[in-house]
């Protein structure tokens, strides 16, 4: 698994949840952490069209659901799954 989703992951505060995402992203097949995010480069920012560009998508969804949550007030549990759905 890659080092550098584990600061998106380390943002879900339950121990338990933390533990079952990082179960799920380390079965995740070694091209995930590879490949481009699209394959047509039609719906994704040109960034994510790259080498690497599906973990940078990833990424980004984890922070927005992050915001989501703030800014709707989803706390405790219920916080931590919809950023361990988004990763």
Known sequence: MDNIILKEVNLI????IRDFV?????????YFWK????????YHPA???????????TRRVA???EDLC????VVGDDRDCVIG???
């Open 47 to 57: 960034d994510e069209n790259s080498l690497g560009g599906e973990l940078l998508h």
């Open 63 to 65: 922070k927005i659901a």
């Open 13 to 16: 505060q339950s121990q338990p």
């Open 35 to 42: 490949i481009s995010s699209s394959s047509s480069g039609k």
């Open 85 to 87: 759905a988004a990763l």
């Open 70 to 73: 703030r800014n709707f007030e």
């Open 22 to 30: 990082l179960s799920i992203l380390t079965r995740a097949p070694e």
